[in-house]
Structures are given as C-alpha cells and as structure tokens.
C-alpha cells in the first residue's frame, strides 16, 4: 500500500464535513419516541440539554459508573480520566469558552457542570449578535461577553468550539508568553502542528506537559482509539480492517471504514435527513432532495465525506491517517488506510473494526481489557441483544464496544464493533478531559484566586 503522508501545514477545513467543530451549529438532540424514532428530532432546550423527562435526558443522567437496563450483560465500568482526579477541589479556575452556543460549545458547558471540573468563574465569549445575551448555567447566570483575545487571556484556560480560521487567527494569541491562558481547541486548525499535541487523554496525556496550545482530535479518532488502545497494549497491534470512525495504534498497517451519522455535516445536514425522510414517507417525492449531501441520504449510505484528494482518498479518511500516526507516536508514512461512509443516522458514529495483532487473541483477555479500560463500556451480550448501537451511544460518556470475536479470515485477530458520541467523546468530553488531564499533571494552573 502507497504510504501517504501527513500535511506539513495545518488544514482548516469546510463544512460539510464529520469533524465534530463543523456540527457546531447543531442543536443537542433527543430522540422521539414517535413515527421513525431516529428521524422525529426535535429541538431540546437551553443549553442544548433534553428536558429531563425525555429518553436522551434520561441517558445523559446516568453516570458513567451506570448502564442502560437493556445491558444484561456483566461488565464493570470505570470512571473516565476526570473521575480520578484527587486534588481538583483545591483550585478553581477562570474558564472562558468561545462558541458556547453551539452543538460542541454546549456539550462543554455541560461536561464542565456534571464533571464537577473546579470552575470559580465561567465566562462566555461571542460575537456581537449574541453578546449582552444571558445565558443559565450551574455556575450561575453569565453573560455573553463580545470575544476579544486581551479578554480571553485573562482566564485560565479556554476552550475553542469553533472553526479552524477563528483558530488559527486567534488561538496562539491567546496563550502566548506566561501571563496568556492555555487553549484546547477543537477545529483541526493545530492538529497536524508539530510540537502541539493532538491528545486524548487516556492514551497519551503526558504530551500535554509543558503546554499552552493543545489540538482536539478529530471525533472518529478520539471515539476508536479508545476501544483499540487497551487491546494494543494487551496484544500489540499490527494491522487494523475497519468499517467506521475510528483510530488506531502501533501497528504495521491498518484499512479503515467509518460510518458517520448526518450530524457531521451540522444542522443542515440533519435538517435535510429529516425532512428527506418525512417527504418519502408521506409519498410526496420517491426520492429526497439533497442540497447538503453528495446525493440524497434518506433510505441510502453515501461512501463520501469532505472532498478528494489526489490519492483517491477523502480528506475525512486521511484525518485518521494523520492524526492516528501522531497521536500514537507512528512514522509519517506508516500505512493507514481508511474508507468513510455517511448513513441515515442522527448523532453518534459507528466503527466495525478488526484488528490483527502480533501476540495470539485470548477473547476473554480482550474483554477484561475493555471492562476495565477507563472510558470504554463493554456491550458484548448478543443472546440478550446486547452490542453497540448508535441509539444508545448517544448522550453517553463511554464508548461503547461489542460484538467481539475471533476473526476467522485473519490469525491472531479480533474483529469488533464501536459506537460513540461524536459530539461528547469525539469532542466536548474529551476536551473536558484534556484540562482535567493538566490540572494532574501541573499544566494548567490558575494565575489568580478565581
């Protein structure tokens, strides 16, 4: 297989695409328990959170250390990286969020007041729309300040919710020299920078050491890396076949496919999924219009996302190339490969993966790995219906792997199935958990009593 390089400059990309920055004009979702369940969506409130008396508020409620009344399967679930930290209450911290009233910028508001992340003063900054606007939060009423990078260097970290040009204008900006704030941005304007780190937290936190700019990863990487990390450091992975959003580990070569929910192309993308489906299903057209998408969603899997690149591969594809090799620590032209697929699906991304190792396969040994691996639910209980589902990954904290088996194709495989919030896990979560991870580890520290 052709080796295929990462970019030597970062790429700022456009919508439509299944980065979780560009669903950041998306709206929180719950799911309707009316005709077609997953297509009748409707607006929840405030931050973007379901009221609670909706299914996905009632998902959203359980803690990390629950698990749906379906999952009869016995498994153990360990809290995520913020759960362990000891010593957060002690410090508070100035926190300034840049895009808090979209899909991702929400999330992060509410990862921050469920996390108990030690907040002493949160403060929201916008554009001139929709500053003076206040806004409820479990921090109390704040109001929306107009975005200034003097402003936002005043706070101790902030959290970028928007587009890889505001990014790449502003972000250095704001956490130059000592007296700036440490940024966790989540476009991909820094992810392939050297020298900044592209982190997610359970695998590799320590690059965050020493830092005032860290990357977000794209949603796909962050949600698979965390169902194939603890199989890698059990079994030392080589090669990798999947069929989803997902990343991978030390490996000698991996061939991926994604299937990716129309969330990732924002609110148009879900507005057109929904009224496509409801015009076929009232006979008013045969087949739905598309303006956002290559061709029409509704009832069809379209195997392109973002546009081509000169090798054939999407630029959706190659992220996971890229940001797999760095987040992993891999060689530049270590062969990834990767096929995305966008499917009639809400929120949340699906991942069919099989991994081949160099040790052989024990599937008990796999699935104690995954019970106890932070931030990973095991839903692997098919004689009960239990495996991963876009329906119930969403609005969950964990992702959720399943189906986990011996491959009969390949020696020493597994193959599996992953399912993940895009917009939590794949974005809002893990950026949480990125500061989490510094307030650890010393890299972020509060420069006054907030």
Same mark, same amino acid.
């Given at each position: 297989?052709?080796?295929?390089?990462?970019?030597?400059?970062?790429?700022?990309?456009?919508?439509?695409?299944?980065?979780?920055?560009?669903?950041?004009?998306?709206?929180?979702?719950?799911?309707?328990?009316?005709?077609?369940?997953?297509?009748?969506?409707?607006?929840?409130?405030?931050?973007?959170?379901?009221?609670?008396?909706?299914?996905?508020?009632?998902?959203?409620?359980?803690?990390?250390?629950?698990?749906?009344?379906?999952?009869?399967?016995?498994?153990?679930?360990?809290?995520?990286?913020?759960?362990?930290?000891?010593? !957060?209450?002690?410090?508070?911290?100035?926190?300034?969020?840049?895009?808090?009233?979209?899909?991702?910028?929400?999330?992060?508001?509410?990862?921050?007041?469920?996390?108990?992340?030690?907040?002493?003063?949160?403060?929201?900054?916008?554009?001139?729309?929709?500053?003076?606007?206040?806004?409820?939060?479990?921090?109390?009423?704040?109001?929306?300040?107009?975005?200034?990078?003097?402003?936002?260097?005043?706070?101790?970290?902030?959290?970028?919710?928007?587009?890889?040009?505001?990014?790449?204008?502003?972000?250095?900006?704001?956490?130059?020299?000592?007296?700036?704030?440490?940024?966790?941005?989540?476009?991909?304007?820094?992810?392939?920078?050297?020298?900044?780190?592209?982190?997610?937290?359970?695998?590799?936190?320590?690059?965050?050491?020493?830092?005032?700019?860290?990357?977000?990863?794209?949603?796909?990487?962050?949600?698979?890396?965390?169902?194939?990390?603890?199989?890698?450091?059990?079994?030392?992975?080589?090669?990798?076949?999947?069929?989803?959003?997902?990343?991978?580990?030390?490996?000698?070569?991996?061939?991926?496919?994604?299937?990716?929910?129309?969330?990732?192309?924002?609110?148009?993308?879900?507005?057109?999924?929904?009224?496509?489906?409801?015009?076929?299903?009232?006979?008013?057209?045969?087949?739905?219009?598309?303006?956002?998408?290559?061709?029409?969603?509704?009832?069809?899997?379209?195997?392109?996302?973002?546009?081509?690149?000169?090798?054939?591969?999407?630029?959706?594809? !190659?992220?996971?190339?890229?940001?797999?090799?760095?987040?992993?620590?891999?060689?530049?032209?270590?062969?990834?490969?990767?096929?995305?697929?966008?499917?009639?699906?809400?929120?949340?991304?699906?991942?069919?993966?099989?991994?081949?190792?160099?040790?052989?396969?024990?599937?008990?040994?796999?699935?104690?790995?995954?019970?106890?691996?932070?931030?990973?639910?095991?839903?692997?209980?098919?004689?009960?219906?239990?495996?991963?589902?876009?329906?119930?990954?969403?609005?969950?904290?964990?992702?959720?792997?399943?189906?986990?088996?011996?491959?009969?194709?390949?020696?020493?495989?597994?193959?599996?199935?992953?399912?993940?919030?895009?917009?939590?896990?794949?974005?809002?979560?893990?950026?949480?958990?990125?500061?989490?991870? !510094?307030?650890?580890?010393?890299?972020?520290?509060?420069?006054?009593?907030?």
């Amino acid at each position: 297989m052709t080796a295929v390089h990462r970019p030597s400059r970062p790429l700022v990309e456009s919508i439509p695409q299944s980065d979780s920055r560009a669903a950041n004009n998306l709206p929180t979702m719950k799911f309707s328990t009316a005709i077609g369940a997953l297509f009748a969506i409707t607006t929840s409130t405030a931050y973007g959170f379901a009221p609670a008396s909706s299914p996905l508020a009632t998902t959203r409620a359980r803690s990390t250390n629950s698990s749906p009344a379906v999952d009869s399967a016995p498994h153990r679930h360990r809290p995520s990286f913020a759960h362990t930290l000891t010593a !957060m209450s002690a410090t508070t911290f100035n926190v300034g969020i840049v895009g808090a009233t979209g899909a991702v910028g929400k999330e992060i508001v509410g990862c921050l007041e469920k996390r108990s992340f030690p907040v002493g003063n949160l403060r929201i900054f916008g554009s001139e729309r929709s500053a003076g606007k206040e806004v409820d939060t479990k921090f109390g009423k704040v109001t929306v300040e107009l975005f200034s990078e003097g402003s936002a260097r005043e706070c101790d970290v902030v959290f970028l919710a928007v587009d890889g040009d505001f990014s790449l204008k502003h972000a250095e900006n704001i956490c130059e020299g000592e007296e700036g704030a440490v940024v966790i941005d989540n476009s991909s304007a820094f992810r392939y920078k050297d020298g900044i780190p592209l982190c997610v937290p359970e695998i590799n936190a320590e690059t965050t050491k020493g830092k005032k700019l860290i990357a977000n990863p794209n949603c796909t990487t962050a949600i698979g890396l965390m169902a194939v990390w603890p199989l890698h450091k059990l079994f030392g992975l080589k090669k990798m076949v999947m069929s989803t959003h997902v990343k991978i580990a030390i490996l000698t070569n991996s061939i991926q496919q994604t299937y990716q929910a129309a969330s990732g192309a924002g609110q148009p993308g879900m507005d057109e999924l929904i009224d496509g489906t409801k015009s076929v299903l009232s006979g008013e057209r045969d087949v739905a219009e598309n303006k956002v998408f290559a061709h029409p969603l509704p009832f069809n899997v379209i195997p392109h996302i973002d546009k081509f690149q000169e090798n054939g591969y999407t630029k959706e594809e !190659m992220k996971v190339t890229w940001e797999t090799r760095k987040i992993c620590g891999l060689d530049d032209d270590f062969p990834v490969s990767c096929t995305a697929v966008r499917i009639p699906t809400s929120r949340a991304h699906s991942e069919s993966i099989v991994a081949l190792f160099d040790k052989p396969v024990d599937v008990a040994a796999a699935r104690k790995a995954l019970e106890e691996a932070p931030g990973v639910s095991l839903k692997d209980d098919p004689e009960n219906l239990v495996y991963p589902m876009p329906l119930t990954a969403t609005g969950q904290y964990d992702v959720e792997v399943g189906r986990l088996r011996k491959n009969i194709a390949f020696d020493n495989a597994l193959e599996f199935f992953v399912c993940g919030d895009q917009l939590l896990r794949g974005a809002a979560l893990n950026a949480v958990a990125v500061a989490e991870a !510094m307030v650890e580890n010393g890299a972020l520290k509060a420069k006054v009593a907030a």
